[in-house]
């Protein structure tokens, strides 16, 4: 019998490829791998950053699934990541990633506080900029036309790692209805795998 899996280990999932992914970005940019022609290391490395995107996107769409099968939207076809998100965002406004960090609290029975981030990671306009700009670099050059400029990509591909990393690193994805949401860790002490955890309001009338 196939295993079927929660949209928290789908999303988990997918956030794992994303690592894997950005390991590829990395050891490309580190010189540790090429494909022999700089040209194509600048594309690799941009297809990889428009998966993690896409991969992204996707994430958002697994974890409100649930509101999808409601409305009859068939999200198996689903593949461009900027339609995903819009779709996503008329159901749930709350879906996009919400990068935060935790610290210890001082509040007897709750072990850290939730804390967001305020800049320096992808903002929700820039992943739409970022994954169109990565899709033009995907076709050969016009010869009649403007040629691509090599050298700006390969000049921001480590600064819109840098971006996504930010995003993901501890982040908390709010479902659509109810109170509660998951928080992402994409790498912790005991491993480096991502980890995912359900959260909810706590009733302190409960005596």
Not at 111 to 137: A, Q, T
Not at 152 to 172: A, K, P
């Amino acid at each position: 019998m196939k295993e079927i899996k929660t949209d928290l280990e789908m999303y988990v999932g997918l956030m794992n490829e994303v690592k894997k992914r950005s390991l590829a970005v990395l050891t490309m940019l580190k010189k540790e791998n090429s494909t022999a022609y700089p040209g194509t290391n600048i594309e690799f490395m941009c297809l990889q950053i428009r998966k993690m995107l896409e991969l992204i996107s996707l994430g958002s769409l697994v974890v409100n699934k649930s509101v999808f099968d409601e409305q009859k939207v068939k999200y198996e076809k689903f593949w461009h990541a900027e339609r995903i998100l819009n779709d996503i965002e008329r159901i749930n406004p709350d879906f996009y990633p919400k990068p935060v960090y935790e610290k210890p609290s001082s509040v007897i029975g709750i072990k850290n506080e939730i804390i967001d981030l305020k800049d320096g990671f992808l903002k929700r306009d820039e992943f739409v900029k970022i994954y169109e700009k990565c899709g033009k670099i995907m076709h050969a050059d016009n010869p009649f036309g403007s040629k691509v400029d090599l050298k700006y990509y390969e000049s921001q591909i480590m600064n819109w790692l840098d971006l996504i990393v930010r995003l993901l690193n501890t982040h908390v994805i709010r479902l659509k209805g109810g109170n509660n949401f998951y928080i992402i860790h994409m790498k912790e002490d005991r491993d480096d795998l991502v980890h995912g955890y359900d959260f909810g309001l706590v009733n302190k009338n409960i005596a």
